[in-house]
């Protein structure tokens, strides 16, 4: 089993939908990311967080750590927020980050 | 104020080579981290290191592969005598402290090396 899972692991929303994308982990963690990997392969860090609830813009990520689970909200979405989501995490003191598998998000116009 | 910087963007070796991959992290980061990307696969850390030092190489293959962080200029991932199963994307990650601080910082990311073995 893996130390992070992330579901869906693919989605596909017309336009405008609201999208959640959910993150588990297993293991204690000392703060969670949120990632943006486009088709060109690059990675943006969107969200670092170890409670509670941050939002940017549309995007909006919460944490709950007693049910160690994660989500990440994108409100109105649009096709440029295709992209796959990465769900990372550090576990205890380390300072790598230990990653799901990602979740393909695909937003038709 | 320049990002991460990874070079080269691509790169292909035949089988037995040596492959070169080096990253300059962001203005003010000494932390640099080492990840790679299997083909279908999420990212799995490799290496992470400081001015220097080697501080966590537990996600590295014991063999023929290294990495540097010298007091002057970028950090290399070296992978010697290069096999089919190395083609992967490499990403480097610099923040600006670790967790000797006491707490985590984001990790800015570069655009990756993508690695093609013939």
């Known amino acids: 089993k893996n130390e992070v899972e992330q579901s869906p692991q693919n989605l596909t929303a017309q336009e405008g939908e609201f999208i959640t994308i959910n993150c588990s982990y297993s293991?204690?963690?000392?703060?969670l990311h949120w990632l943006q990997q486009h088709p060109g392969g690059g990675i943006v860090s969107l969200f670092m967080?170890?409670?509670g609830k941050k939002k940017h813009g549309r995007l909006i990520a919460t944490i709950n750590i007693q049910e160690k689970h994660s989500s990440l909200h994108i409100t109105a979405s649009h096709p440029r927020d295709s992209a796959v989501y990465i769900c990372?995490?550090?576990?205890?003191?380390?300072?790598?980050?230990?990653f799901g598998k990602g979740t393909k998000l695909s937003v038709k116009p | 104020n320049a990002g991460v910087m990874q070079n080269p963007r691509h790169l292909v070796r035949r089988r037995g080579q040596e492959a070169r991959l080096r990253c300059s992290p962001m203005?003010?980061?000494?932390?640099v981290y080492w990840y790679r990307q299997l083909p279908e696969e999420g990212l799995k850390f490799m290496v992470y290191?400081?001015?220097?030092?080697?501080?966590?190489e537990s996600g590295m293959p014991k063999e023929r592969f290294s990495a540097e962080f010298p007091k002057e200029g970028p950090s290399i991932l070296r992978i010697q005598q290069v096999v089919r199963g190395d083609s992967a994307a490499y990403f480097c990650?610099?923040?600006?402290?670790?967790?000797?601080?006491?707490?985590?910082?984001?990790?800015?990311f570069g655009d990756g090396t993508r690695l093609s073995i013939l």
């Open positions: 990650a610099s923040s600006p402290i670790g967790r000797t601080a006491g707490s985590n910082q984001p990790q800015h």
């Open positions: 293991v204690g963690i000392s703060a």
């Open positions: 967080l170890s409670s």
């Open positions: 990372a995490v550090n576990e205890g003191s380390q300072g790598n980050l230990i």
């Open positions: 203005k003010g980061h000494s932390h």
């Open positions: 290191l400081q001015k220097e030092n080697i501080i966590d």
